[in-house]
């Protein structure tokens, strides 16, 4: 099985700060990776899918990055709506997710 | 607009059995794989399941291999996961998600808001 490693688990930012959260994988999944956002008591909302591309309606200061085993979503400025838990997904073989990056108020 | 809604859980004795389903509207839900995942306080989220388009491709994640099936109706538009032989871990919420693709091999884009399981005696 494919394991997703997030890092950090909990990041305490403020509202402006560039917020980077990295995943990686325990072997090369290409560019098949993406990215959720879940705030307490709702299901995850699709962000970025294939690495880099923005899901419709999602805002442009969200970006991914990465290729085979390493990869990062950026948030270039962040908002109050962002603070919320991130997750890192592979679809490469099966399906696995990282265990999560809760991004908190500073 | 891609509206999914979740329901049947419940809470359940180990070793009992449960249905949850997934009403979909908002899109030509035959033309979808879907799929199920859950999130429990142990794991985190987790894929369980998917299920093609047509009903034809079915995986499932090994935690669950044998013990639980996932179905579709489509003329009725739902989704079903049936759960055999019930354990304490596999509590948690369960959502269901509608897969970018046909045959169930790509992320997932519309996700419901879950419903809740509870396997305890």
């Known amino acids: 099985d494919i394991q997703m490693t997030q890092s950090p688990s909990t990041l305490a930012a403020s509202v402006g700060d560039r917020v980077t959260i990295t995943c990686r994988a325990s072997q090369t999944i290409s560019n098949w990776l993406a990215w959720y956002q879940q705030k307490p008591g709702k299901a995850p909302k699709l962000l970025i899918y294939k690495t880099s591309n923005l899901q419709s309606g999602v805002p442009p200061r969200f970006s991914g990055s990465g290729s085979g085993t390493d990869f990062t979503l950026t948030i270039s400025s962040l908002q109050p709506d962002d603070f919320a838990t991130y997750y890192c997904?592979?679809?490469?073989?099966?399906?696995?997710f990282g265990q999560g990056t809760k991004v908190e108020i500073k | 607009q891609v509206h999914l809604v979740e329901s049947g859980g419940g809470v359940v004795h180990p070793g009992r059995s449960l249905r949850v389903s997934c009403a979909a509207s908002?899109?030509?839900?035959?033309?979808?794989?879907m799929q199920w995942v859950r999130q429990t306080p142990g794991a985190g989220l987790e894929w369980v399941a998917v299920?093609?388009?047509?009903?034809?491709?079915?995986l499932y994640a090994d935690s669950v291999q044998g013990r639980f099936t996932i179905s579709r109706d489509n003329s009725k538009s739902t989704l079903y996961l049936d759960m055999n032989s019930l354990r304490p871990d596999d509590t948690g919420l369960y959502f269901c998600?509608?897969?970018?693709?046909?045959?169930?091999?790509?992320?997932?884009?519309?996700w419901g808001q879950g419903t809740l399981v509870t396997v305890s005696s």
């Open positions: 908002g899109f030509t839900f035959s033309n979808y794989a």
């Open positions: 997904q592979q679809y490469s073989i099966s399906w696995t």
């Open positions: 299920i093609s388009y047509d009903g034809d491709r079915k």
């Open positions: 998600a509608r897969d970018s693709r046909t045959y169930g091999d790509s992320y997932a884009d519309y």
